[in-house]
């Protein structure tokens, strides 16, 4: 082994696991990065796992806001912000999910099947579980929220009858 390569090993590995777990509790801290991401560091200590963490979608409407699911296209944009919900990362998602035209699945409260609804834009939530300590009890807590308007104007969602 160089003497190089030796120093390295003594002071440039250890330097460097120390700025990389930094860098990753700032963004845990600050922006609600997952500890499971980012390098990991705190990924035990914490329920805080990637598949505890929801996103929600929600079209606005004049009958208040509507539960969908964005298509399976999205999918590695809804990862990226569930797991690093950034303003930048929700608001790129919510530009590409306002572009899409939805029709809802759900029984929408208020409106027969068959019938539709205005919607004027999309919202978006994302969440996280903490455990409290105090209390013993596991709790779902906003990381970020944010919604956009349709830039387009309004647009109309189709209740679809549900099959049994």
Do not use: C
């Not at 160089?2 to 700025?19: E, I, K, M, W």
């Not at 509790?25 to 990991?40: D, I, Q, T």
């Not at 298509?71 to 590409?96: H, M, R």
């Amino acid at each position: 082994m160089t003497s190089f390569s030796r120093q390295f090993a003594a002071v440039g590995a250890p330097v460097l696991l120390v700025l990389v777990a930094s860098l990753q509790m700032f963004n845990s801290s600050r922006h609600g990065l997952s500890p499971w991401k980012g390098g990991g560091f705190g990924m035990f200590s914490t329920v805080d796992a990637p598949p505890l963490r929801s996103i929600r979608f929600q079209l606005l409407s004049d009958i208040g806001p509507v539960e969908v699911t964005p298509p399976e296209s999205f999918q590695k944009l809804v990862l990226q912000a569930t797991n690093f919900p950034t303003a930048s990362n929700i608001e790129g998602l919510l530009d590409d999910v306002s572009r899409v035209d939805y029709s809802s699945p759900y029984p929408i409260p208020g409106v027969l099947p068959g019938d539709s609804v205005r919607t004027t834009g999309v919202a978006v939530e994302v969440a996280r579980m903490i455990f409290d300590p105090d209390t013993r009890v596991i709790r779902m807590v906003q990381l970020r929220s944010d919604s956009v308007e349709y830039p387009d104007g309004a647009r109309w969602i189709h209740a679809e009858e549900v099959e049994n």
